[in-house]
Every structure is written in C-alpha cells, then in structure tokens.
C-alpha cells in the first residue's frame, strides 16, 4: 500500500490507476519560460526524471505561464516526483535569470484520472490548450506539446507512452495515428483544470442551475430523476437518454455525470 505525504489546505484524491491531470503555475501569474531554450530545459528535466522509473508521460503541453501533464505514478508518490521537477526546474531558472523566491504558485493542481475514455478525453483537452488560447489554430501546429510523438512528427527524443492511448483508438498502428488525429481536432467544452485567474480554488465548473433543471425535466418524461437515473437498467434506453441530454443541452462529460450521479464512462461512451 502507497504511504502518502500529509499535505496541507486540502486532501488530495488518489487514483485507483495512479494516473493524473497536473497543471503548474507561475507563481503570481508570471511566466515560467521567458524563451525556448526554457522550454527546452524542462522538457529534458522531465526526461531526466522519468528515466529514474519514478513516472510514465501520456500527455503534456507547456504554455509561458502554466504547464499540463497527463502523468502517471510508478515508483514514488506523484508528490515526490512534482517536487523534484519543479526544484529541478526552478534552481535553474533563478540561477540564469539572477532572480530569487518562489517560481511556481503554491503546489501543483491535480485531479484523478480513471477510465480509458476520461483519459482521452483528458489528453485531447490538454494537446487544445494552445488553440482555445488562440495560439494556433490546430494542436498540430503546435511545438511545445506531445502531439507530435502522437503523430510522429516529433524530432526530439521520446518522452510520452504514446501506446496507451493509441492502442484505445486501434490495434493497428496508423489507423490508430488517424482516428487519435481526428479525435484531437474534435474541440469541446469538456472542464478540467486550468489556468484561471479569477478561480483558483478549484479548477473546476459549477454546474449550471438551468443545465440540471432542464435535465430532471427530460429525465422525468421517462420516469426518472437524478437520483434514479443510476438505475435503469435497460442499456439502450439509458444511451438515449443521454444522448438527448447532450444533443439537447451540452453540457461537458464531468458536468453531466455529476449531475445525474454515474461514471463520465457511460457518459463518454453513451
């Protein structure tokens, strides 16, 4: 059983698969890479860490001021493993730039990942993070993310377990590269965390009021409310439901599993 460091503020949660959504701020907003050569840095101090066994990469993606890791533990909590990337980092920051105190805000920012499909969907949300910042207009054309060991068009050394998510997609290998293309380009209002100024408490939506009144009045045209909905047991109504719901309402796969109290799985895959 994995011993875990008490930690302040708030209990982290842990993922039954040990695998998780990590996002690092600047410390007051500041940028954390002020050229490329920064970038290029914690890049190979991810790297340099990951070949001690003590994590496995699934997605990662750098802006100037925060970064995105789809990350997963292996020998050493995610904990220890963060503290070192970031002192890491950090030493050699301050050093160059002859500056002193706190690099990063506070502790990283995490959320559980569990289930195949939230982790795609993760991993997309993360490989968008420079479109929806206006910064390109494709992940593709994006240079400092893992997008392009997905499609292998990276030049640099490997970082990321490319095979865990394209094996999702298919067993056969370029088939696997176009549907993992197509799927990424797919833009959405799925919500995980992120660089949010004003809320850094949590990461995460409220779910708005109207998106749930207007779910329990679908719901109960088929006899059901959202404390119910968990139990119907007939797959193929159940899929349409939700299905109604989505097309109907949006809503993002978190937002709409939490109100109607099941996985983002059935969700997901409804």
């Given at each position: 059983m994995?011993r875990?460091?008490?930690v302040p503020?708030?209990?982290?949660?842990?993922?039954s698969?040990?695998?998780?959504?990590i996002m690092l701020?600047?410390?007051?907003?500041?940028k954390l890479?002020l050229?490329?050569?920064d970038k290029?840095?914690f890049?190979d101090?991810?790297?340099?860490?990951k070949?001690?066994?003590?994590?496995e990469i699934?997605?990662?993606c750098?802006?100037?001021?925060h970064?995105?890791?789809?990350i997963?533990?292996?020998k050493?909590?995610?904990?220890?493993s963060?503290?070192?990337?970031?002192?890491s980092y950090?030493y050699?920051?301050?050093k160059?730039?002859?500056?002193?105190?706190?690099l990063?805000?506070d502790?990283?920012r995490?959320?559980?990942?569990?289930?195949e499909s939230y982790?795609?969907?993760a991993?997309?949300?993360?490989?968008?993070?420079p479109?929806?910042?206006?910064i390109v207009?494709?992940?593709?054309?994006?240079?400092?993310?893992?997008?392009?060991?997905y499609?292998g068009?990276?030049?640099k050394?490997?970082?990321v377990?490319?095979e865990?998510?394209?094996s999702?997609?298919?067993n056969n290998?370029e088939?696997a590269?176009?549907?993992?293309?197509?799927y990424?380009?797919?833009?959405?209002d799925d919500?995980f965390?992120?660089?949010?100024?004003?809320n850094?408490?949590?990461?995460?939506?409220?779910t708005?009021g109207?998106?749930?009144?207007?779910i329990?009045q679908?719901?109960?045209?088929?006899?059901?409310?959202?404390?119910?909905?968990?139990?119907c047991?007939d797959?193929?109504?159940?899929?349409?439901?939700?299905?109604?719901i989505?097309?109907n309402?949006?809503?993002?796969?978190?937002?709409?599993?939490?109100i109607?109290?099941?996985?983002?799985d059935?969700?997901?895959?409804?």
């Amino acid at each position: 059983m994995r011993r875990w460091e008490p930690v302040p503020r708030y209990a982290r949660k842990h993922s039954s698969t040990f695998t998780y959504h990590i996002m690092l701020r600047g410390n007051e907003g500041k940028k954390l890479f002020l050229d490329d050569d920064d970038k290029n840095r914690f890049v190979d101090t991810l790297r340099r860490m990951k070949e001690h066994e003590e994590y496995e990469i699934y997605t990662y993606c750098l802006m100037d001021n925060h970064v995105h890791l789809l990350i997963s533990e292996k020998k050493d909590s995610i904990s220890r493993s963060m503290k070192r990337i970031c002192v890491s980092y950090a030493y050699y920051f301050n050093k160059k730039y002859s500056r002193t105190g706190h690099l990063f805000q506070d502790r990283y920012r995490s959320e559980v990942i569990d289930g195949e499909s939230y982790l795609l969907t993760a991993s997309r949300y993360i490989h968008n993070n420079p479109v929806k910042a206006q910064i390109v207009k494709n992940a593709e054309r994006y240079k400092w993310s893992s997008i392009g060991e997905y499609l292998g068009t990276a030049t640099k050394e490997p970082l990321v377990k490319t095979e865990v998510l394209l094996s999702v997609m298919s067993n056969n290998a370029e088939r696997a590269v176009e549907l993992f293309r197509e799927y990424t380009s797919q833009l959405t209002d799925d919500v995980f965390i992120d660089y949010n100024e004003g809320n850094e408490s949590s990461g995460i939506a409220n779910t708005n009021g109207s998106l749930k009144d207007s779910i329990e009045q679908t719901l109960l045209k088929y006899g059901f409310n959202p404390d119910t909905f968990r139990e119907c047991r007939d797959k193929r109504e159940r899929n349409q439901i939700i299905r109604e719901i989505k097309e109907n309402y949006g809503g993002s796969v978190r937002e709409l599993a939490r109100i109607l109290h099941i996985s983002k799985d059935v969700v997901f895959r409804a």
